[in-house]
């Protein structure tokens, strides 16, 4: 079983930058594929980005490609999502969850969560 644990949400303006980072315990992190979900008031929870095992590949919402960026170290048991050019509709709880099947982009498909942490961008 692995226990997760994000950090980084906070409030900026729009077009700013922020790094979340989720950090890893109990469990090989190595065995697990990342994804980052995002749930906004009022909408469901959707995906946002994933990455496999190793970090070699990496899967985004079509909504947020070429501004964010999903990356891991398997030594710092970390998965880290940079975003850039934000924008008020990112304002949501973001969440990483870990799947040891595979880089899902169903939030039905991963196994463990993190509290979230909330991003918000003001206009």
């Known amino acids: 079983q692995v226990q997760l644990g994000e950090s980084g949400g906070g409030l900026v303006q729009g077009g700013g930058s922020l790094r979340l980072s989720c950090a890893a315990s109990g469990a090989t992190f190595s065995s697990y594929c990342m994804g980052w979900f995002r749930q906004a008031p009022g909408k469901e929870r959707e995906f946002v ?22 990356s891991r170290d398997n030594v710092k048991n970390t998965v880290y999502l940079q975003m850039n050019s934000l ?6 709880v973001y969440y990483c969850a870990a799947d040891l099947d595979g880089p899902g982009y169903s939030a039905y498909e991963y196994d463990y969560w993190g509290q979230g942490t909330q991003v918000t961008v003001s206009s």
Not at 49 to 70: C, L, Q
């Open 49 to 70: 980005a994933a990455i496999s095992w190793s970090g070699a590949s990496t899967y985004y919402a079509d909504s947020v490609k070429g501004r964010f960026t999903i």
């Open 87 to 92: 924008i008020p509709e990112d304002t949501a």
